[in-house]
């Protein structure tokens, strides 16, 4: 490991030259797991990346001046580029993904993580953790207080693994599994800097993966899939005994998992058949008042063409408007045998755990002889929608949309192309 760093740092000494390269450097924060059973090394062998392949930089910005001025800023550098980051009002983690091998020459996914505290304008690194496995998204981490003191939950799938049978034949060895693992954060004044493993609930949908997680308070819900969508409940009031109470089988899955009551959950993903093939973008409503035993109450699907939505993997695409019950969707569909499917906008939902979900009306943002020509310009802009005084106001793609809630009258209109002489061919980039 220290000739690896030596190699990074390209040290050399003042007899060769007048200064050295360590002379600018002025924070260097490594982060080792050690196992103390077995020998282990980072993914550096396998990568050849190297121990300072990622330099993360936390700043603070003071937003009433217009200079941008940085108040503070810390770093860290981390043995692997694959981060996910989730923040709550007291706290900042970073969870870098990376692998590391054991003595047996195995090679197992390692997600390692950094926690910040969070105060005022400062920002400190005050604790280093690892975790078997990946982490999906932001929301596959959460921190929470009980009795005066900080916990981590984080959601992970470990893959299969492959290897050579009893046979003699490549082949998977161990299934993929996914777990919640509760870490205790060290105390301010602690002089260990390490997060402590203090409970966890395993097996989650053996072979199969994470597809969406949320924590909100003491309750966990998990979605996994490979052929059928296991939709588990987790109990996360006792850190040290995390359990779980309930789980759902239905076909398919959600790739987002939204509260829009203390109730009912809204899921977004996709329906499957029973054999894992997906058949369209669905939406559902998750009644879990009976812990053990959750229920879908409603779910639509939408089956013409193929078809998706922006929001499976960005909740910043969802709007729901909890007063009307109305949802606001981004939606693609794209049909190879009649184009006249095709779409690429805004559905508006009426929701309700009671009288379903419908359809309330749509909101083109491309129509179906752009999508099938593939025609396409260089102005682009993530789904995102607003709405103010009865007026949804869509981005999406190159245009951006104002449409009345309650009419569904077009109010205004902006084409962020429509200048625009040229026309790049490439397939369907029109959304």
Same mark, same amino acid.
């Given at each position: 490991?220290?000739?690896?760093?030596?190699d990074?740092?390209?040290?050399?000494?003042?007899?060769?030259?007048?200064?050295?390269?360590?002379?600018?450097?002025l924070?260097?924060?490594?982060?080792?797991?050690?196992?103390?059973?077995?020998?282990?090394?980072?993914?550096?062998?396998?990568t050849?990346?190297?121990?300072?392949?990622?330099?993360?930089?936390? +700043?603070?910005?003071?937003?009433?001046? !217009?200079?941008?001025?940085?108040v503070s800023?810390?770093?860290?550098?981390?043995?692997t580029?694959?981060?996910?980051?989730?923040?709550?009002?007291?706290?900042?983690?970073? $969870? $870098?993904q990376?692998?590391?091998?054991?003595?047996?020459?195995?090679?197992?996914?390692?997600?390692?993580?950094i926690? %910040?505290?969070?105060?005022?304008?400062?920002?400190?690194?005050?604790?280093?953790?690892?975790?078997?496995?990946?982490?999906?998204?932001?929301?596959?981490?959460?921190h929470?207080?009980?009795? *005066?003191?900080?916990?981590?939950?984080? =959601?992970?799938?470990?893959?299969?693994?492959?290897?050579?049978?009893s046979?003699?034949?490549? !082949?998977?060895?161990?299934?993929?599994a996914?777990?919640v693992?509760?870490?205790?954060?060290?105390?301010d004044? =602690?002089?260990?800097?390490?997060?402590?493993?203090?409970?966890q609930?395993?097996?989650?949908?053996?072979t199969?993966?994470?597809?969406?997680?949320?924590?909100?308070?003491?309750?966990?819900?998990?979605?996994?899939?490979?052929?059928? #969508?296991?939709?588990?409940?987790?109990?996360?009031?006792?850190?040290?005994?995390?359990?779980?109470v309930?789980?759902?089988?239905?076909?398919?899955?959600?790739?987002?998992?939204?509260?829009?009551?203390?109730?009912?959950?809204?899921?977004?993903?996709?329906?499957?058949?029973? #054999?894992?093939?997906?058949r369209?973008?669905?939406?559902?409503?998750?009644?879990v008042? #009976?812990?053990?035993?959750?229920?879908?109450i409603?779910?639509?699907?939408i089956?013409?063409?193929?078809? +998706?939505? $922006?929001?499976?993997?960005?909740?910043?695409?969802?709007r729901?408007?909890?007063?009307?019950?109305?949802?606001?969707?981004?939606?693609?569909?794209? +049909?190879?045998?009649?184009? *006249?499917?095709?779409?690429?906008?805004f559905?508006?939902?009426?929701?309700?755990a009671?009288?379903?979900?419908?359809?309330?009306?749509?909101?083109?943002?491309?129509n179906?002889?752009?999508?099938?020509?593939?025609?396409?310009?260089?102005?682009?802009l993530?789904?995102?929608?607003?709405? %103010?005084s009865?007026?949804?106001?869509?981005?999406?793609?190159?245009s951006?949309?104002?449409?009345?809630? !309650?009419?569904? *009258?077009?109010?205004?209109?902006?084409?962020? #192309?429509k200048?625009?002489?040229?026309?790049?061919?490439?397939?369907?980039?029109?959304?």
């Amino acid at each position: 490991f220290v000739d690896a760093l030596m190699d990074d740092l390209l040290v050399v000494t003042r007899e060769e030259t007048e200064s050295s390269a360590c002379d600018t450097l002025l924070q260097l924060s490594l982060l080792q797991v050690s196992d103390t059973t077995s020998d282990t090394v980072t993914q550096l062998d396998f990568t050849g990346n190297g121990v300072l392949q990622t330099l993360t930089l936390v +700043s603070s910005f003071e937003m009433e001046q !217009q200079s941008g001025f940085i108040v503070s800023t810390s770093g860290i550098f981390l043995p692997t580029a694959t981060n996910t980051i989730y923040s709550s009002q007291e706290r900042l983690v970073i $969870a $870098a993904q990376g692998w590391h091998e054991n003595a047996n020459r195995q090679w197992r996914e390692e997600t390692w993580l950094i926690s %910040y505290l969070l105060d005022g304008a400062s920002s400190r690194a005050m604790a280093l953790g690892s975790v078997p496995g990946s982490t999906l998204n932001q929301f596959s981490i959460d921190h929470t207080q009980k009795n *005066e003191k900080d916990y981590l939950r984080v =959601a992970t799938t470990t893959s299969a693994r492959w290897g050579l049978g009893s046979s003699g034949r490549w !082949q998977e060895v161990e299934d993929s599994a996914s777990q919640v693992i509760v870490l205790e954060l060290p105390a301010d004044d =602690a002089e260990s800097r390490l997060m402590t493993k203090v409970g966890q609930v395993t097996d989650l949908g053996r072979t199969e993966r994470i597809y969406s997680v949320r924590f909100i308070g003491d309750r966990g819900f998990v979605v996994t899939f490979r052929q059928v #969508d296991p939709f588990f409940t987790l109990d996360l009031s006792n850190v040290t005994d995390p359990k779980l109470v309930g789980e759902l089988k239905i076909p398919g899955f959600s790739n987002q998992l939204q509260p829009i009551s203390d109730d009912i959950i809204l899921g977004v993903g996709q329906d499957a058949s029973n #054999d894992g093939a997906v058949r369209g973008l669905q939406v559902s409503l998750f009644d879990v008042s #009976d812990f053990s035993n959750p229920k879908r109450i409603q779910h639509h699907v939408i089956t013409e063409g193929w078809s +998706s939505s $922006a929001a499976q993997y960005e909740h910043k695409a969802i709007r729901y408007l909890e007063e009307n019950e109305i949802l606001i969707l981004p939606v693609e569909v794209y +049909s190879s045998w009649d184009s *006249e499917d095709n779409f690429d906008g805004f559905y508006v939902y009426n929701v309700s755990a009671t009288d379903g979900i419908h359809p309330r009306f749509t909101i083109e943002h491309a129509n179906a002889n752009s999508i099938r020509n593939g025609c396409w310009s260089s102005s682009y802009l993530d789904a995102r929608s607003v709405v %103010y005084s009865d007026v949804i106001t869509t981005f999406k793609g190159h245009s951006v949309l104002s449409h009345d809630l !309650q009419s569904a *009258e077009n109010v205004a209109r902006l084409d962020l #192309d429509k200048d625009v002489k040229d026309c790049h061919w490439g397939g369907y980039f029109v959304n």
